[in-house]
């Protein structure tokens, strides 16, 4: 695909969307070794809080893609202050191999991705579910469901991957899902 057809790829996804830049270091657009046999990969969002949707190729001809990055970015931003943050590419490595081991082509809906340090201290102190060094404060996390794949179907699948940590929040109806160290937990 032409650099210029993924940008119209974008801005099509995006809509009227205005992109919040962001820079990622040159160790960030290196390959993940265990999708290296993967031309393209892509992903795609309904963040729940905007309304905002996106479907990217976030890897294209051997290295990940700068602007899809940034539309990521922008589709996962909190927003509860619109604070932006580089959400780890191997997050959505994880996220595209569980939408291919799922068979499912339905957007991830997000319930949460990227939150500020000032909006995960306000959501710590109100609930016991929210850790107050949550990985969402580093791009490294994110709370899904599938509209097409039932809550503990999608569980077993992100904890089959072994790539990090997976929390099963039924009574909320989301998985969480990290790139930290892999361990596995329930809440409501």
Known sequence: ??????????????????LGGSILGAAALTASPALATDAVRSVSF???????????????????VPDALDA??????????????PIAPGLLDLLHTLSTRLETRSPFQVISGYRSPATNAMLHAHSDGVASGSLHMQG????????????????????SLGGGGVGYYPS????HMDVGRVRRWGGV
């Open 172 to 175: 909320s109806d989301f998985v």
């Open 46 to 64: 309904h963040n729940l809080h905007t309304g905002e949707s996106l479907n990217a190729a976030y890897w294209e001809g051997g290295a990940y």
């Open 1 to 18: 695909m032409a650099h210029h057809s993924r940008r119209a790829l974008l801005k099509g996804s995006l809509g009227s969307l205005a």
């Open 140 to 159: 490294l996390a994110i709370d899904i469901r599938l509209p097409d794949v039932d809550l503990a179907r999608l569980h077993n699948a992100a904890l």
């Open 72 to 85: 990521v970015n922008h589709v996962l931003r909190d927003f509860r202050n619109n604070a932006t943050h």
